[in-house]
C-alpha cells in the first residue's frame, strides 16, 4: 500500500501547492506510518520535451525496428505510468502558469498516456483509484472577476483525471497566492488569507478520504 504524490511548482521555498499537498500527506503518514509515499518532483526533474515526441513515432514502428532513443523514451512512458499504477492513493500539487497548465505536468501527461494502459478510449489501470488535485493560482478567476474564464487548467486537468484516468477526484484549490507579493493585489490579502485557511481544511478533509479513515 503507498501513496504517489507529484509536485509540479517550479520552486520548493515559498510553494503553497507543496504546503497544502503536505497536509495531504501527513494525512495519509498519519493512518499508514508504515506506508511508503512515492514522490515524483516533475517541476525540478522534468520529463525531457522530446520523450513525448518520440515514444509517439516509436508505436508507429514495428517492435524489433526501434531506435534506442524510441526504446529509451518507451521505457520512460512505462516507468511513469507504474508509479501510478502500482500506488493505491494519488496526490498531484499542481500550479497555475501563464493561465494555463504547467508544461511539465502536460508533457508527464502525455508521456503517461503513451502507456498501453492509461490511453484515452480504453480503461486505465488507474480506474477508480483515490486521488486529491491541489491546484493554486496566483490571482483569482472566480465568477465576476475580470478574468473569468482566464483559468484554462484546471478544467483540463479535471478531463483527464477524472474522464480519461477515471479517477475517483477530489479537488482542492487556492487562489491570490500572489496577494503580499505582487502590490497589485494587495486589498485582496485578507480575502487570501481565508481562501487559503478554507483550502487547509478541506486539504485535511480530502487527506483523511484519501487515507480511507473517513469517506466524503
Ligand atoms: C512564470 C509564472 C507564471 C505564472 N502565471 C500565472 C497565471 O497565469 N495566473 C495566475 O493566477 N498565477 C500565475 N502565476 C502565479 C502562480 O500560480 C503562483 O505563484 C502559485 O502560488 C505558484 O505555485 P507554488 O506556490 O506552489 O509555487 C505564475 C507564476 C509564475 C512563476
Known sequence: MS???LDASIRVEGSHSREIADIVEHEWR???PQSPVVTRQIGIDPVPATAWATAVKATFVPADDRSPEQLQALALAT???DQLIEAEALLFAVPLYNFGVSQHF???VDLVICDPRM????EPATAGKQAVLVTVRGGSYAAGTPREG???????MRRILTDVWKLDLKVVESEFTLAGV????????????QIRAAAEQTAHTHGRNLA?????
Not at 186 to 192: C, G, M, T, V
Open 3 to 5: 501513496q504517489f504524490r
Open 30 to 32: 498519519t493512518a499508514h
Open 150 to 156: 482566464w483559468d484554462h487548467a484546471t478544467a483540463w
Open 79 to 81: 516507468a511513469e505510468a
Open 212 to 216: 480511507g479513515t473517513i469517506r466524503v
Open 182 to 193: 505582487n502590490p497589485a493585489f494587495e486589498r485582496f490579502k485578507d480575502l487570501a488569507q
Open 106 to 108: 502536460k508533457t508527464w
Open 119 to 122: 490511453r484515452s478510449g480504453v
